[in-house]
């Protein structure tokens, strides 16, 4: 009896690895100036919570204040051996794996914040944050990480994710309460260089760039009702803060089938420790 109980136990192990092994999980996570609300001497909370979720991919966003160097010895705690950070000023984007990040690209030139393209996996990612405050800046951006997501060999396996500070049409419906509109319209009338309306108007056309050029959204495929991925509980408070869904996971439409699963990670940690949620995403290999 106990030797079928051992073997059986060896069965579930092997193919509890296998499952593993045969799929990719995917998170974006924009920080909020390099996880400034754990306050722990080494982000001892955020790192537990990567661990926790054991993503094999990492995107990040606003990861102001790390180095190189400290955003390695950050990622190799929450077992990613593997990391790479866009500059150490500013509001740098990076991607931390598993895997090894090969032939990566950082691009800074005509963009606010700028960009990182690299092979993870056999896959072409790209981890972006597009400009907070123009729209036609973030149309120019957007043009710019589409061009160089589609010059790769690998560009039918491509993942495009991050903070695109814009919303998407798919949402439409939700955004015709005005909340996010007016929300818009204050912040251009506090701030002269805000510039995110067209006309008055929402604008949609980051994510229709995209979505033209055949890119899936990954969370919207999964989820058809609404969700948002800012403000958090901890800057819901906030007046200016209007529900949006600004944070996106876009992969190739070769790879719509492969999706398994996708959603907004909220939980006691996310609450707490940015403005914004992360979004995740699991592929069949």
């Not at 790769?152 to 309460?177: C, H, L, P, R, V």
Request: aromatic residues 12%; glycine residues 4%.
């Amino acid at each position: 009896m106990k030797k079928i109980l051992l073997f059986n136990l060896l069965c579930f192990l092997c193919f509890s690895l296998s499952a593993q092994q045969k799929s990719l999980k995917v998170i974006t996570y924009n920080i909020f100036e390099g996880m400034t609300l754990d306050t722990t001497a080494n982000k001892d909370l955020f790192v537990d919570w990567v661990k926790q979720q054991d993503p094999d991919i990492l995107a990040l966003q606003e990861v102001n204040k790390f180095t190189q160097l400290t955003l390695e010895t950050m990622a190799r705690r929450y077992n990613h051996p593997y990391a790479v950070l866009l500059k150490e000023k500013g509001f740098p984007v990076a991607l931390t794996s598993k895997y090894p990040i090969v032939n990566v690209q950082k691009v800074i030139d005509n963009m606010h914040h700028g960009f990182i393209r690299a092979d993870i996996a056999g896959y072409n990612v790209i981890v972006a944050h597009l400009s907070p405050h123009k729209y036609w800046k973030r149309h120019e951006e957007i043009e710019v990480i589409l061009k160089t997501a589609v010059t790769q060999s690998n560009k039918n396996k491509t993942i495009i994710m991050g903070d695109f500070n814009a919303i998407s049409e798919s949402d439409a419906d939700y955004y015709a309460n005005g909340k996010i509109l007016q929300k818009y319209v204050d912040m251009g009338m506090k701030y002269a260089y805000h510039d995110n309306l067209i006309d008055g108007k929402l604008d949609f056309g980051v994510h229709k760039k995209i979505v033209n050029q055949g890119y899936i959204d990954v969370f919207k495929q999964k989820n058809p009702k609404y969700d948002f991925t800012r403000p958090t509980v901890k800057t819901a408070d906030e007046g200016r803060n209007a529900s949006s869904r600004i944070d996106f996971i876009y992969v190739s439409k070769k790879m719509k089938s492969a999706v398994l699963e996708s959603s907004i990670i909220r939980d006691a940690f996310t609450n707490y420790y940015s403005d914004h949620y992360p979004v995740m995403m699991v592929l069949k290999k």
